[in-house]
């Protein structure tokens, strides 16, 4: 799949365990709604493993395909293969950026990026967007940094204007459009839409 940034405009990220009822519905609603990538992250407390965590992924994959919406997966780099992927999502403790493009060399990749220092190492030529945040506070991610705000999204744009750039962390419908405002290309979440109780007016106002 060849990579546009619009992609990142409302890119949803999902595993079992973000989600009150069926992983499934939940996605399809999302789908319909307008959601642009999707993310398969099935990871952290109360998720799924082995065969049922791969179960999943193929029939989310399948909800994607039938909606030609791209599927990527969470640094999962076996389980990249025998779900076909089209992107790999990486953070800075995960399979190094080179050996990701080197094994999944037709695949979309991007990395997560939350310091000044860690955009200085990062072979940013390798990927095709990054992932910038936590710009506000969230409860989803276990292992989540400290906080960045709006302003690393204005640091980086700075430094790399042309960057494809998707804002990650505590995106809610009340504060996606000033992540958009900053500079970042599109917005990530999770909570915004898995506790929503309409997903169509959720993703509207995404």
């Known amino acids: 799949m060849i990579f546009n940034r619009e992609l990142l405009r409302k890119y949803f990220i999902m595993g079992s365990q973000n989600c009150h009822r069926d992983p499934n519905a939940v996605l399809e609603e999302a789908l319909a709604a307008g959601i642009t990538t999707f993310q398969f992250r099935e990871k952290g407390t109360g998720s799924l493993s082995g065969e049922k965590k791969l179960q999943l992924g193929r029939e989310l994959r ?35 950026v080179k050996e990701v493009r080197t094994r999944f060399s037709d695949k979309i990749i991007g990395l997560s990026i939350s310091t000044q220092e860690e955009l200085d ?86």
Not at 130 to 154: A, M
């Open 62 to 96: 399948e909800r994607c395909r039938a909606h030609d919406v791209p599927f990527f997966i969470n640094d999962d780099i076996e389980l990249a293969e025998e779900l076909e992927v089209d992107g790999i999502h990486v953070g800075q403790d995960d399979m190094p």
């Open 121 to 206: 190492r990062s072979p940013l030529e390798l990927v095709d967007y990054i992932g910038v945040g936590p710009i506000f506070t969230t409860s989803t991610k276990e292992d989540s940094k400290q906080t960045v705000g709006l302003e690393w999204i204005h640091t980086i744009r700075a430094q790399f204007p042309d960057i494809p750039i998707v804002a990650i962390g505590g995106i809610q419908t009340e504060n996606a459009h000033s992540a958009i405002e900053a500079g970042a290309d599109g917005v990530s979440f999770i909570t915004a839409v898995t506790e929503a109780d309409d997903i169509k007016e959720a993703a509207d106002k995404l």
